[in-house]
């Protein structure tokens, strides 16, 4: 029989979830894959003094650390990296609560951004020292699964010097549109965060705000770009096989 040679990343749809709770539980996995990194640490050295000092130890069962992708959708939110402005807000928060807009300072890089009912959240929980420990390859990994999922519908999906995320007609002044944002964070090669693909989101709450802190340019969607309403669960589903391909990768739960 023959068996993948891919590393596998436990998959869970998270359905409509509040951002206090999903941040909370990346925070919980990173934590507990940090743990895991430490104890290897902890034990290779302890291993390394005892052959220095010309005894053998028995390396037993090693542990190991695992990966994670996250999908979700959030109720209306704003969330600020921590090299953004608050200034890229543009209402006060007795606005934003009449509105029932919630706001977060979140420990991701990047500006502000919003997530809110069917803009597809994707947050991977990686070890990337089982990939590559290099932070712009893995924002040019995570922009390449949206790319390629753009493609898909017969979009072109591209990337904007200097600007983290996925555009549309990226070299062409006034044109130049937003469809999916993206923020991470990393502690010991672990990630956490990600990505925002807007799919049928609904617009109007980015003209509150100044996108990723980006002036004059749109924020758009895949319904509007397409004409139509898509099918969430289609999306998902290409995402996640687009997500399998860049990474060489099997997502394994649901």
């Given at each position: 029989m023959e068996t993948s040679n891919k590393q596998?990343?436990?998959?869970?749809?998270?359905?409509?979830?509040?951002?206090?709770?999903?941040?909370?539980?990346?925070?919980?996995?990173?934590?507990?894959n940090v743990a895991v990194k430490t104890a290897i640490r902890n034990r290779q050295a302890a291993m390394a003094a005892v052959t220095s000092e010309g005894g053998v130890e028995n390396e037993g069962i090693m542990p190991s650390t695992n990966h994670y992708l996250l999908f979700v959708e959030h109720p209306p939110v704003y969330t600020l990296g921590k090299s953004g402005d608050?200034?890229?807000?543009?209402?006060?928060?007795?606005?934003?609560?009449a509105k029932g807009i919630s706001f977060y300072y979140t420990n991701r890089g990047g500006?502000?951004?919003?997530?809110?009912?069917?803009?597809?959240?994707?947050?991977?929980?990686?070890?990337?020292?089982?990939?590559?420990?290099?932070?712009?390859?893995?924002?040019?990994?995570l922009e390449e699964v949206i790319i390629l999922t753009m493609a898909d519908y017969g979009l072109?999906?591209?990337?904007?010097?200097?600007?983290?995320?996925?555009?549309?007609?990226?070299?062409?002044?006034?044109?130049?549109?937003?469809?999916?944002?993206?923020?991470?964070?990393?502690?010991?090669?672990?990630?956490?965060?990600?990505?925002?693909?807007?799919?049928?989101?609904?617009?109007?709450?980015?003209?509150?705000?100044?996108?990723?802190?980006?002036?004059?340019?749109?924020?758009?969607?895949?319904e509007k770009e397409l004409g139509r309403k898509l099918d969430m669960k289609e999306v998902k589903e290409k995402v996640k096989q687009n997500f399998e391909k860049v990474f060489n990768v099997e997502l394994t739960g649901s």
């Open positions: 596998a990343v436990l998959f869970r749809d998270l359905g409509n979830m509040e951002y206090q709770h999903a941040w909370d539980l990346q925070e919980t996995l990173l934590k507990e608050i200034a890229n807000v543009l209402i006060s928060e007795e606005e934003r609560a500006d502000i951004t919003f997530h809110g009912k069917e803009q597809l959240v994707g947050y991977p929980i990686l070890d990337l020292d089982k990939f590559y420990t290099d932070l712009g390859r893995y924002l040019r990994s072109k999906g591209e990337r904007s010097p200097g600007e983290t995320g996925v555009w549309l007609d990226a070299s062409i002044p006034g044109k130049e549109r937003k469809i999916c944002a993206m923020g991470i964070r990393c502690s010991r090669w672990i990630t956490m965060h990600g990505f925002a693909f807007n799919i049928n989101t609904d617009l109007t709450y980015f003209d509150y705000i100044i996108p990723c802190g980006i002036q004059n340019k749109q924020v758009t969607s895949l």
